[in-house]
């Protein structure tokens, strides 16, 4: 689907899944509402609330590039 954004993340086991959701669209609302004022005053929210989470363990990046190659983007 074209509207929305697959990110793999590693992070330390004491994080939750919320926070991290939250500091990166928090983060990267900042930055695009910086770079493109026209989002200020057309959307209030950037994100929606909604996150998925998945846990996959060890996994090689090489392993993550070729499933996307399964998916249609």
């Known amino acids: 689907m074209s509207d929305h954004v697959h990110i793999f993340v590693r992070s330390q086991p004491t994080i939750a899944p919320n926070r991290i959701a939250a500091i990166l669209k928090g983060y990267t609302s900042r930055i695009l509402r910086q770079e493109f004022s026209e989002l200020k005053s057309k959307l209030p929210t950037l994100w929606s609330r909604s996150y998925f989470v998945s846990t996959h363990g060890h996994v090689y990046t090489d392993t993550v590039e ?8």
């Open 66 to 73: 070729s499933r996307k190659q399964d998916h249609r983007f």
